[in-house]
């Protein structure tokens, strides 16, 4: 198993920056994609932005030239440096850690953490 936890979620205004981090413990043998999603209220959860482990990132195109991921394999973190944030950008940000070994797909979740954005 993979635990995940999540942090730097917080309160902001319209302009301002957010740095969230997560970092992965327990039984790792490799993390091929750690992303970021979000889910805002009433809304389906979507891919924020995604590095895989040679470092390709991948964004959505909402936060293009705004957000920045970046990833740690030694230490097996990911971090999410939010800049330029948008009141719509507010939502649970919830970090993923995926694998595929011998056949088999792992997904792991973090609990979530709040990133709110006023106007």
């Known amino acids: 198993q993979v635990q995940l936890v999540e942090s730097g979620g917080g309160l902001v205004q319209a302009g301002g920056s957010l740095r969230l981090s997560c970092a992965a413990s327990g039984s790792i043998f490799r993390i091929d994609v750690m992303a970021w999603y979000r889910q805002a209220p009433g809304k389906q959860r979507e891919l924020v932005a995604d590095i895989n482990s040679g470092g390709r990132t991948n964004y959505a195109d909402s936060v293009k030239g705004r957000f920045t991921i970046s990833r740690d394999n030694a230490k097996n973190t990911v971090s999410l440096q939010m800049n330029s944030l948008k009141p719509e950008d507010t939502a649970v940000y919830y970090c993923?850690?995926?694998?595929?070994?011998?056949?088999?797909?792992?997904?792991?979740w973090g609990q979530g953490t709040q990133v709110t954005v006023s106007s």
């Open positions: 993923n850690a995926h694998t595929t070994l011998l056949g088999r797909v792992y997904d792991y």
